[in-house]
């Protein structure tokens, strides 16, 4: 992730060197710096997701095939079972991240309608 910018060092990048483009700017960077969290959180739910499937069938081989004649077959299957849980339980951390990375991003939207509001009416004194 790059550094976000100070208001000196935001104001110093824009063209025009105003405030306003420099706030611009720096929520602008939060935005691309949320979209990439958002990606890579989406990007790693898909990867467990595609994990998960995989490991059901395995387990549902091993419970299918094995466990009823081999108490290995049968503690391996458990394990699996408790490993299955716990990643069931990350995707749904992960899925509960997702809701205020994406409302985050709305708010910024809005932040940026605000300022162009507060742009235009010290524009007009």
């Not at 387990?59 to 466990?67: D, K, R, V």
């Not at 990643?87 to 605000?114: F, N, W």
């Amino acid at each position: 992730m790059n550094d976000t910018p100070n208001l000196d060092e935001a104001r110093a990048s824009t063209e025009s060197g105003t405030l306003a483009d420099a706030f611009r700017l720096i929520i602008s960077h939060d935005k691309a710096e949320e979209k990439s969290l958002i990606a890579r959180l989406g990007e790693g739910s898909s990867q467990l997701r595609a994990v998960i499937e995989k490991k059901e069938q395995t387990i549902n081989e091993a419970s299918i095939t094995y466990q009823r004649f081999n108490v290995l077959a049968a503690t391996g299957h458990d394990a699996l079972a408790e490993i299955q849980l716990k990643d069931r339980r990350k995707l749904d951390l992960l899925a509960q991240l997702l809701v205020p990375c994406r409302e985050s991003l709305e708010e910024k939207d809005q932040l940026l309608e605000q300022l162009d509001e507060a742009q235009a009416s010290d524009d007009e004194d």
